[in-house]
């Protein structure tokens, strides 16, 4: 009898130990352990690393050679042919049910348009798949796009939050990186207007072994739209602002976005995203957005405090990318140019000597602990109003800054804090 009951316990623990496997993974939707087809190539999937909305983003490897095969997943394939490597990334964004095979694609084509630039995270391949039903009366199981690229350590958000903000002159590197990607992407025939450009978007690849500095590069092109926008309806532009609410991130959008009526003659296209890129520059020197959570009101008026010291012209830079007026912003790759410079300056100590076309001053100027700053416009289509007469844009104050409510500048980054008209007050 003993014999017996040891032998049913054995089978029973044979059967058990298989079925409990089953049931610890529970969702449908994890690929860990599992190995994928994506672009005709074989993945290996490893760990989960991230999560965030319907998006998740795992380790993964090639399969070489005669590996397992596809682990009952199929793949539509519509990617590029994909390079070896052995530590990629692969995210996965689960699929709304009523999006056409064009918008599941949507991430994956604008991504692979610009991959093979050097501030670009490089796209090996991206696919929809979907996985096989478990039994034929079960629904339809939900697609997901699949993106395969290098894998990244870090982002611009996780370091800025670590240290509490960057140095200058690391803030203004990493800004030139995404401002070079997204002048790429503005520079082809239909423009890509990326719509999301934040330093979460923006992904570290460890040191230049030449300059020993950070490399960043732009990924995320789920916002991402091809050609700029014009809204000819008042019913476009009420879609338009509820597709930028849902599409975009509030503490990054633009006035022209957040009051898409107010700005129809313009349109959302190019200075949209550098309207992100002077955010992203505040944020990764300041620690935080600059019109913080509720940003709104603050975003349609221009108005920002700059805290920490920074020097004038990375100042103007930033009041420059953050006007209200879509058109009075600076080009990305003007931005680009502006910050590699700065940049450069800041790192040899001799950011005083130079002017924002990179040319020497002759004149000697002070660079200025900015305890306050504020852009703001004057009047109701966001342009803003600026002393004009030479004198006034030359004037500098010769004594220390000892307001501890505001201070304002000029279109030179002087400071012009002294006898404020509160009606008039310019932007950097």
């Known amino acids: 009898m003993d014999l017996l009951r040891k032998a ?5 623990a044979a059967v058990k130990s298989p079925l409990q496997s089953l049931v610890t993974k529970t969702d449908p939707n994890d690929l860990t352990g599992t190995v994928v087809v994506v672009g005709g190539e074989k993945f290996h999937v490893k760990d989960m690393f991230a999560e965030g909305g319907a998006a998740r983003v795992y ?3 090639l399969v070489v050679g005669d590996g397992p095969e596809s682990d009952g997943h199929t793949a539509v394939s519509d990617s590029k042919q994909t390079k070896k490597a052995n530590s990629l990334a692969l995210k996965q964004c689960l699929l709304n049910p009523e999006l056409s095979d064009a ?4 991430e994956g084509t604008i991504h692979a348009l610009v991959s093979d630039h050097t501030d670009v995270v490089t796209l090996r391949a991206h696919d929809v798949y979907t996985p096989n039903r478990q039994r034929p ?34 803030a203004l590197e990493a800004c030139a990186s995404a401002a070079r990607a997204v002048a790429r992407m503005h520079a082809r025939v239909i423009p890509i207007i990326h719509r999301d450009v934040k330093p979460e978007n923006v992904l570290g690849m460890g040191s230049s072994e030449k300059t020993k500095s950070a490399q960043w590069r732009l990924c995320d092109f789920g916002s991402a739209a091809l050609g700029e926008q014009k809204f000819q ?15 975009t991130t509030p503490t990054y959008r633009s006035p022209e976005m957040w009051d898409v009526h107010r700005f129809s003659g313009q349109g ?3 200075p949209a995203d550098v309207w992100c890129l002077g955010c992203l520059l505040f944020e990764t020197l300041e620690g935080r957005p600059p019109f913080g959570a509720d940003s709104k009101l603050l975003a349609l008026q221009g108005k920002f405090q700059v805290t920490k010291s920074v020097s004038k012209r990375t100042g103007k830079l930033i009041g420059d990318m953050l006007r209200v007026n879509p058109t009075d912003r600076p080009s990305a790759e003007e931005v680009a140019v502006r910050c590699d410079t700065l940049a450069s300056a800041t790192r040899e100590g001799d950011v005083d000597t130079f002017d924002d076309n990179s040319e020497r001053e002759t004149q000697k100027s002070e660079t200025e602990t900015v305890e306050t700053g504020w852009a ?4 109701d289509e966001g342009d803003s109003e600026k002393k004009t007469s030479d004198e006034e844009e030359t004037q500098e104050s010769s004594q220390p800054l000892t307001s501890t409510e505001w201070t304002a ?20």
């Open 8 to 12: 049913l316990r054995d089978v029973e």
């Open 59 to 61: 380790r993964c490897s």
């Open 103 to 106: 918008e599941a694609r949507h």
């Open 137 to 170: 009366e079960d629904p339809p199981p939900p697609r997901a796009a699949l993106l395969v690229m290098d894998l990244c350590f870090e982002s611009l958000a996780d370091v800025t939050r670590e240290r509490g903000g960057l140095p200058e002159p690391d």
């Open 233 to 247: 309806t008042s019913k476009d532009r009420s879609r338009a602002e509820a597709e930028f609410q849902k599409h």
């Open 268 to 270: 959302v296209g190019k």
């Open 376 to 379: 703001a416009f004057g009047d």
């Open 409 to 428: 500048f000029d279109e030179e980054g002087t400071n012009i804090s002294a006898d404020p008209k509160p009606e008039q007050w310019a932007t950097f």
